[in-house]
């Protein structure tokens, strides 16, 4: 599994995501397929306002650990995968950012289009993540809320 963690990048970052760069760091000699997700800020709401920013909060420990649970699950799921990139935004996130970035290499585009679709949907449903939209004039948590799980149980 060492081996397999070189290859793994999680972050939180309070920092912009630069899906490039980290698209760029996936891509390996020996993994012909990258498969790049990023989720950005709509403008539309649960709240009927159009949405100029999400503002995200976290602890950035515990979601770490989550990260890399989901990454330690596609690989179980997947073990010709190659690189695994999840990045998850935390702060103010501006209409047309990145707020989470998924990339994954494998030597062939099915695996890799399999684990990016199941990593994004293992981060949103494992990854305790508070989300805020923001409007002009105002702002309120989503209420877009679901049971935090294990990323083995989904």
């Not at 709401?45 to 909060?57: F, G, I, K, Q």
């Not at 399999?114 to 990854?127: E, N, P, Q, T, W």
């Amino acid at each position: 599994m060492a081996a397999e963690r070189a290859l793994d990048w999680v972050a939180i970052s309070p920092d912009p995501l630069d899906a490039g760069a980290l698209e760029r760091w996936a891509r390996r000699p020996a993994y012909g397929a990258v498969v790049t997700f990023c989720g950005t800020p709509r403008t539309s709401s649960t709240h009927d306002h159009d949405v100029v920013a999400l503002e995200y909060e976290t602890e950035p420990t515990l979601a770490e650990a989550r990260l890399r649970a989901v990454s330690d699950e596609a690989r179980r799921r997947w073990p010709e995968l190659g690189a695994i990139v999840l990045h998850h935004r935390v702060g103010s996130v501006a209409l047309l950012e990145s707020a989470v970035v998924v990339v994954v290499s494998s030597p062939h585009r099915d695996a890799a289009f399999d684990a990016a679709r199941f990593c994004i949907d293992a981060l949103k449903r494992s990854v305790p993540m508070w989300k805020r939209e923001v409007w002009v004039g105002g702002s309120a948590w989503s209420e877009e809320g679901q049971t935090i799980v294990s990323a083995r149980d989904l």
